[in-house]
Every structure is written in C-alpha cells, then in structure tokens.
T-cell receptor, first 113, second 114 residues
Framework: LAKTTQPISMDSYEGQEVNITCSHN???????ITWYQQFPSQGPRFIIQ???TKVTNEVASLFIPADRKSSTLSLPRVSLSDTAVYYC??????????????FGKGTHLIIQP | AAGVIQSPRHLIKEKRETATLKCYPI?????VYWYQQGPGQDPQFLIS???????DKGSIPDRFSAQQFSDYHSELNMSSLELGDSALYFC?????????????FGPGTRLTVL
C-alpha cells in the first residue's frame, strides 16, 4: 500500500480557501486517491475521490499532478464547521473486493473566526 | 436519506466479559466494514463482508469475530474483553463489493471496558 504523508495540523480563517496536500511518492499505477473528513466522535465522511488531474464536487476539489506523487484537497471558503480531521487515503482499484480503508495520520484543520 | 445504524451507541463492560455490537447497513447496501478507533488514534480496519462472505481482514484480534447475516446486518462479537479494547467502533456500508465504492460510516459504538 502506498504510504501517505500529510501535515499534522493546519489553521485558517473563515471565508478562506484551504489547501491540504498529501504526499504519496510510491503510488502505483492502479492506485486511486480518496479523502475523508472526520468530526470528533463521529464516523469518517467521504469527501472526494480521484485518479488524475482534477475532480470537483459540491464540497471540494481534488488536484492531482501528472506524476501523481501528491494530491491537494481544496476547500473553498471554509467555515467554522469545517474544523475536522482530514484523511488522505490511497487504494488499489484493481485489487477488487471490499477492502478496508487504511487511515494514516490525518490533518487536523482548525478554522478560526 | 437512511444512514448506517449501529447499536448500542454506548456500552460499558468489565474485563473478561463479552460484547456484541450490531450494524445495520444502508438499505440495499451489500457490504459491511468494521473499524476500531482508540482514543486519539486513527481508525483501524478490522474486517469486512460482502454478500455475507468475509471479504477482507485487517487487524482484528482473535478474540473478536464477526458475521454478516441474510438481511445484510452484521454483528461484531468481542470476547475476553481487555482494557485496551475501549474504543469507538465504527461500521461502514457500501454497495457493490468493490474497493473503489464509497464507504458510508455509522455513528459508532463507544465501548468502555472497566
């Protein structure tokens, strides 16, 4: 499994755009990238998933450069409620089967007024 | 929309006792996953089931067992409980049995072992 590295914590302010970068230097050809959000004492929540280039949904954007050795989760105009832990995960889409997610050390994002 | 249901939400047990956690997946979801999250830790995958068959196995202790029933709900059975088993236990469900399927997590069961 490709190991991921994220900043331990980040601070920002309401209304700002927040970019969280995840490094996955040994990502394999069949690997895809997924981001989850977790609030204290709640289950993780899917944010976005991608394989290459850019993916956008109603919540966030995911930027993946051509070499795929990193990815950046972009949260536009954050609010206090975006304070949470954000996890970057890399999974093998060719392996098949209902594989469990491997959570590494996520990024504690703190949004201030 | 219906979400994953877990019961009980809170459970207090003594050391060496047994516990059973239940998970009811989102309707029409055929895959269930179990995760353990200790205090200040990241979620750790325990085990998963697809169409009532074990699909993937993570760091589940031998003292734990799980199964998925014909109605797709799942139960995690924990025996000889230890203090270190105190954690949040999350169940997640998905549809399709593929590694790329989005997993939807439940609210968790908080187990405290005294």
């Amino acid at each position: 499994l490709a190991k991921t590295t994220q900043p331990i914590s980040m601070d920002s302010y309401e209304g700002q755009e927040v970019n969280i970068t995840c490094s996955h230097n040994n990502i394999a050809t069949n690997d895809y990238i997924t981001w989850y959000q977790q609030f204290p004492s709640q289950g993780p929540r899917f944010i976005i998933q991608g394989y290459k280039t850019k993916v956008t949904n109603e919540v966030a954007s995911l930027f993946i450069p051509a070499d795929r050795k990193s990815s950046t989760l972009s949260l536009p105009r954050v609010s206090l409620s975006d304070t949470a832990v954000y996890y970057c995960l890399v999974g093998d889409m060719e392996r098949g089967g209902a594989d469990g997610l491997t959570f590494g050390k996520g990024t504690h994002l703190i949004i201030q007024p | 929309a219906a979400g994953v249901i877990q019961s009980p939400r809170h459970l207090i047990k003594e050391k060496r006792e047994t516990a059973t956690l239940k998970c009811y997946p989102i309707p029409r979801h055929d895959t269930v996953y179990w995760y353990q999250q200790g205090p200040g830790q990241d979620p750790q995958f325990l085990i998963s089931f697809y169409e009532k068959m074990q699909s993937d196995k993570g760091s589940i202790p031998d003292r734990f067992s799980a199964q998925q029933f014909s109605d797709y709900h799942s139960e995690l059975n924990m025996s000889s409980l230890e203090l270190g088993d105190s954690a949040l236990y999350f169940c997640a469900s998905s549809f399709g049995g593929s590694s790329t399927d989005t997993q939807y997590f439940g609210p968790g069961t908080r187990l405290t072992v005294l």
